[in-house]
């Protein structure tokens, strides 16, 4: 039985910053540079940056870490009044540079360049659309469907930049936290009307910077204050020397804020719509410890996205919380790495367990999420070579059981083990004593946040979307 399908879906982290006063120096790039560094966990397999001297747009993008495509003698050469940076994975191996943001666009009246997280969930109607127009793509990715919809938006607004936005944000569904940067020396940042994916905005000495989390504009402010804001769901942000201006494009009666971010992709110092990353995540592991409390003598976190949930789960109950596994941090995430084969190989150098915490010891496991279950299997194996007498797994999220079709890397039906398999057959095949996952309530409870207010299409099968697209046939062409 194969229970591990690979996926083609990208999560992703993005960043815009200009000045309120003109500078041309690399001082922006830096800056850039600085917040995608903040946001390495969103994407590790990409980066770039493109920069706007108000006349003309550069980009530079590659493959590999923020710290491996951007080196000092690069960002040297990195000059511009401001620009926008993104870092990418992609869940299918062989991605290129080509298909890394940002994606720029260049016609003989305007040129701009755009990088956003998410998925335009129906872009296979919009890329027929398009080319039935005549208009010939070089990527497979829905990035550059984005980009050229736009481009087509902007030459049917006589160069109207607001009114393009407007007419793409009415044609496109799915996820969409976007910023772009253009020749006329402006910075655009937009969120799509149900808030799937964070972006917010704020100042930082004298910048004004957008990025996905908020923990970017922290890294940057230093020791300094920083005040910042989340871009409202439907909301453009326009910001051009020193200026900004907001304009509500697009109005949705519900939220559908993704619940993973809370769960496990936002770093734990963000605030999301301003609720703490690191407090939900607290409160999530409390409430998974009042529903599926365990006999046991010490909570024990699979590092890191587990530890704060296991938290939680040892205040609410008073079992003593200890490291049990040790993490060697320069493996990459597991979960969004390419192709199973290579997951497999990183979970087998990336954790080590720690046999005075855990030796003789009924251990109580925590860890945020099981997709495939290849982690929690091999890590069950590990706690028991090192001696557990008895493993207990306790899961914060419920169980997902569905495809997201939003931009997160479990697209497919079929590799989601929770669909395939009942709770005690999993129990079985992770080879746990024990296996319990958190309810919907206790998630929501946690989060502080009703249904109404979140995604949680991968645990229902609810999809907050306009309509059903052509889900077949988008999960065949992910598969490729």
């Known amino acids: 039985m194969n229970l591990q399908l690979p996926g083609l879906r990208e999560k992703c982290g993005v960043v815009g910053v200009t000045s309120i006063v003109n500078k041309t120096n690399n001082e922006i790039s830096e800056a850039i540079y600085k917040a995608l560094y903040s946001l390495q966990h969103r994407g590790q397999e990409a980066a770039g940056i493109a920069l706007s001297n108000g006349r003309e747009i550069h980009v530079y993008k590659g493959l590999g870490l923020v710290s491996e495509v951007f080196t000092k003698d ?54 027929d659309m398009l080319a039935k127009q005549g208009m010939v793509f070089v990527t497979k990715t829905d990035t550059e469907v984005l980009a050229k919809l736009l481009a087509k938006n902007l030459v049917d607004s006589r160069m109207d930049y607001v009114e393009a936005f407007k007419l793409t944000a009415s044609e496109i ?13 402006e910075l655009y940042a937009y969120r799509d009307p149900l808030g799937f994916k964070p972006l917010c905005i704020g100042r930082v000495n004298d910048l004004v910077v957008v990025a996905s989390e908020t923990c970017a504009l922290d890294v940057l402010a230093g020791f300094n204050n920083c005040e910042y804001e989340p871009i409202n769901p439907g909301e453009l942000v326009r910001i051009c020397e020193g200026s900004i201006e907001k304009i509500q494009l697009t109005n949705s009666p519900r939220r559908a804020r993704c619940m993973f971010e809370y769960v496990y992709f936002s770093r734990p110092d963000s605030i999301f719509d301003g609720i703490s990353v690191y407090k939900a995540r607290e409160r999530i592991g409390r409430e998974l410890a009042k529903r599926f409390p365990a006999d046991g003598d010490v909570v024990v976190p699979v590092p890191d996205s587990g530890r704060t949930a296991a938290l939680g789960y040892s205040l609410e109950l008073g079992i003593p919380f200890a490291e049990g596994l040790m993490k060697n941090r320069y493996v990459g995430r597991t979960f969004i790495m390419p192709g199973q084969d290579l997951r497999d190989e990183m979970v087998s150098i990336k954790l080590n367990v720690i046999k005075e915490v855990i030796n003789d010891r009924r251990v109580i496991l925590i860890d945020d999420s099981i997709v495939r279950g290849t982690t929690m299997k091999r890590i069950v194996k590990l706690l028991r070579k090192g001696g557990a007498r008895e493993i207990h797994v306790r899961i914060s999220c419920p169980p997902i059981i569905s495809a997201c079709y939003m931009g997160i890397d479990f697209p497919t039906k079929r590799e989601l083990i929770a669909r395939m398999m009942s709770l005690d057959e999993l129990t079985r095949y992770i080879e746990a004593d024990t296996l319990r996952y958190n309810t919907v309530d206790g998630l929501l409870a946690g989060i502080g946040l009703s249904e109404s207010e979140l995604c949680l299409a991968c645990l229902t099968g609810k999809y907050p979307l306009a309509k059903e697209y052509r889900f077949e046939l988008l999960e065949e062409f992910l598969r490729r």
């Open 74 to 127: 690069v960002l040297l050469k990195l000059k511009g009044s401001l620009g926008i940076g993104h870092v990418r994975y992609s869940t299918t191996p062989g991605l290129t540079v080509e298909e890394a943001q940002p994606f720029a666009v260049k016609n003989p009246k305007f040129s701009f360049s755009l990088a956003f997280n998410g998925t335009i969930t129906n872009y296979l109607d919009i890329k």
């Open 173 to 185: 569904d799915g996820a969409c936290s976007l910023v772009l940067v253009n020749d006329k020396g």
